[in-house]
């Protein structure tokens, strides 16, 4: 099995169970990792071989800053879902944190998270 990461992607929602979450937004960091085969790729330098890191942050992007849900575990799941789906050939499984820095929570702590891990179906 060979990994490809994509960290530490930051984007504006607006995200959350509190209604002044959907109206102010915040911030998140999305990390992405695909569990994929890249002997082709590294033998051949061939994009075609492997998956474009700049179609996968758009993916990312168009759902962390599309349309508000209360969980950031349903930002986790659409993401894995649509990376699944949008790479049938190249995608074995994929995992997924989704980070909010500074949730409005009461207390000292540097963020939190989920961390979701998908793959296909046999």
Do not use: C
């Amino acid at each position: 099995m060979d990994f490809i990461h994509i960290n530490d992607m930051q984007f504006y929602g607006y995200h959350g169970a509190l209604a002044e979450e959907n109206v102010l937004g915040q911030r998140f960091v999305i990390s992405v990792v695909l569990v994929t085969d890249l002997k082709q790729a590294g033998t051949t330098d061939d994009l075609t071989a492997t998956v474009n890191y700049a179609e996968v942050y758009e993916k990312v992007r168009s759902i962390a800053e599309g349309e508000p849900v209360k969980l950031i575990e349903t930002v986790a799941e659409r993401i894995a879902a649509d990376l699944l789906e949008s790479y049938p050939e190249r995608v074995q499984s994929v995992r997924v944190k989704v980070v909010k820095p500074d949730p409005p929570i009461a207390g000292h702590y540097a963020s939190v998270a989920v961390e979701i891990e998908r793959g296909r179906r046999p």
